[in-house]
C-alpha cells in the first residue's frame, strides 16, 4: 500500500475511531472490592466541590470514564475526562488548567522543575492501573481463531524502524508460517500525538534493540522512521479496523472492546506471552519502587511476564489551593486506589500491587492545603 492510499484509509478510519472512542463500558460494576482502604468513601461529603476538571492519557480512558460515572453517583461530585493524550494532560498541570493530569510517562525532572511555580511545590504522581500495550493488526487472510501472530523484540523493531515492510519477509515467516502467502506491504500506524502509550511502546523497543535505541530512542513524542500516525489509543483502534494490512499498537482495553487480534511478544526469558491480568501484573512483581513512583518496567524478568507493560498514574499538585476541590481530588484519588481496583481486570486493566497502593497513599497523605492535610480526617486507616 502506498503513502497516498495509506493516508487515505486512515483518513476515512478516522471517523471510526470517532464512534470507537466513546464505545467504553458502562456495565462494568465491580462485585468486590478486595483492598484494605475499601468503603471508606461512602457518599457526599458537606463542603465538597462538586465538579472537578481532568485530562490527559488515553490508555486509562476506558477505565476512567467508568470510575468517573459510578464515583458521581456515590459522591454526587462530576468528574470531567478529556482524553487528549498524556502530554496534554501534563501540560495541563503545568500551565494550572486542570485539577488533574494523566499520563502513562512520568513527568522527567524538567518537567517538574517547569510545574513548580505554577503548583507552588511538587507534581505527586499517583499511580492508578497498570496496562499492556499490546501490538494488533489487520490481516484479511487470517480467519477469526488463527493462531495469534508472534513477534520478537527484532522483527517488531524492524517493522517499526521500517527495514521489515512486507507481511511475507522471512523474519516473520520463521515465528508465522500462516503469513507465507500473504504478500502484502506493512501498512504500519503510530500515534501522532503526545503520547504515553507510545512512551510505554517505544522505551520496551529502546530497552530490546540496540538499533532502535541508537537511531529513535524513547518518549511520548519520537522521530518515527515509518509509518502514518494518529491520534489516541482509539484512534489507531480505528485506522487498524479499517485499513487492511495494518499494524499499530494500543492499550490491552481497547483491543479487547473492538475485537481486534492482538500478537504475542518475545519475553526476556525467551518465551511468546500475552497480554493478560497476570501476565502484566507479573511485570510488576518483585519491583523495588522509588518513593515517587516514577518508574518504568519494560521488559520485566518472569517467565510469563508480558513486556510492554508500564503504570498509568494521576498528576496533582503537592499543595493545594482551594480547599474544597483539594477535599473532592484527594477523596476521588482514595476511591481510586482502593475501590477503583475492583474494576480494573474487568476493563483491560491489571490491579495496582499492594506496594504501589502503599506508595500511593503516602503521595496522597502529602497532598495539602494552607500547610495542612487535605484528606479529610478518618479515611486513611
Given at each position: 500500500m502506498?503513502?497516498?492510499?495509506l493516508v487515505a484509509a486512515v483518513a476515512s478510519a478516522f471517523f471510526l475511531s470517532l464512534s470507537l472512542?466513546?464505545?467504553?463500558?458502562?456495565?462494568?460494576?465491580?462485585?468486590?472490592?478486595?483492598?484494605?482502604?475499601s468503603g471508606m468513601i461512602t457518599g457526599?461529603?458537606?463542603?465538597?466541590?462538586?465538579s472537578l476538571n481532568g485530562a490527559g492519557a488515553t490508555f486509562p480512558q476506558v477505565l476512567y470514564t467508568t470510575w468517573f460515572s459510578d464515583y458521581a453517583k456515590l459522591t454526587n461530585v462530576q468528574i470531567n475526562y478529556q482524553g487528549i493524550g498524556s502530554g496534554g494532560g501534563i501540560k495541563g498541570v503545568t500551565d494550572g488548567t486542570l485539577d488533574f493530569g494523566a499520563s502513562d510517562a512520568p513527568m522527567n525532572d524538567d518537567q517538574l522543575a517547569k510545574a513548580q511555580a505554577t503548583c507552588n511545590g511538587n507534581v505527586l504522581h499517583i499511580a492508578t492501573a497498570l496496562g499492556g500495550v499490546v501490538v494488533t493488526y489487520n490481516i484479511p487472510e487470517l480467519a477469526t481463531g488463527t493462531d495469534a501472530l508472534k513477534f520478537t523484540p527484532d522483527t517488531l523493531a524492524g517493522i517499526y524502524a521500517g527495514t521489515i515492510t512486507n507481511w511475507k519477509d522471512e523474519k516473520l515467516v520463521a515465528d508465522n508460517p500462516q503469513l507465507a502467502a500473504v504478500d502484502q506491504p506493512i501498512a504500519v500506524i503510530h500515534r501522532s500525538d503526545g503520547s504515553g502509550t507510545s512512551n510505554?511502546?517505544?522505551?520496551?523497543?529502546?530497552?530490546?534493540?540496540?538499533?532502535?535505541a541508537t537511531n529513535v530512542g524513547a518518549g511520548t513524542s519520537v522521530n518515527w522512521p515509518t509509518g502514518i500516525g494518529q491520534k489516541g489509543n482509539a484512534g489507531i483502534a480505528g485506522a487498524i479496523k479499517g485499513v487492511p494490512y495494518?499494524?499499530?499498537?494500543?492499550?490491552?482495553?481497547?483491543?479487547?472492546?473492538?475485537?481486534?487480534?492482538?500478537?504475542?511478544?518475545?519475553?526476556?526469558?525467551?518465551?511468546?506471552?500475552?497480554?493478560?491480568?497476570?501476565?502484566v501484573?507479573?511485570?510488576?512483581?518483585?519491583?523495588?519502587?522509588?518513593?515517587?513512583?516514577?518508574i518504568m518496567i519494560v521488559n520485566g524478568a518472569g517467565d510469563t511476564t508480558y513486556p510492554i507493560t508500564g503504570f498509568t498514574w494521576l498528576l496533582v499538585c503537592e499543595n493545594q489551593k482551594d480547599a474544597a476541590k483539594a477535599t473532592a481530588l484527594t477523596r476521588m484519588l482514595w476511591w481510586a486506589i482502593h475501590d477503583g481496583?475492583?474494576?480494573?481486570?474487568?476493563?483491560?486493566?491489571?490491579?495496582?500491587?499492594?506496594?504501589?497502593i502503599k506508595a500511593d497513599e503516602a503521595q496522597i497523605l502529602k497532598i495539602k492545603v494552607d500547610g495542612k492535610q487535605a484528606l479529610p480526617e478518618g479515611i486513611a486507616q
Open positions: 502506498s503513502n497516498r492510499k472512542g466513546f464505545a467504553f463500558a458502562q456495565d462494568a460494576t465491580p462485585e468486590a472490592t478486595p483492598v484494605v482502604g457526599p461529603l458537606e463542603g465538597e466541590a462538586q510505554i511502546f517505544t522505551s520496551y523497543l529502546k530497552a530490546v534493540n540496540t538499533d532502535w495494518s499494524l499499530g499498537y494500543v492499550e490491552l482495553a481497547y483491543a479487547q472492546q473492538n475485537q481486534l487480534p492482538v500478537a504475542v511478544i518475545k519475553n526476556a526469558a525467551g518465551n511468546f506471552a500475552a497480554a493478560s491480568g497476570d501476565t501484573t507479573a511485570a510488576a512483581t518483585g519491583v523495588e519502587l522509588p518513593e515517587d513512583l516514577r481496583q475492583a474494576y480494573n481486570l474487568k476493563l483491560g486493566y491489571s490491579p495496582l500491587p499492594e506496594a504501589a
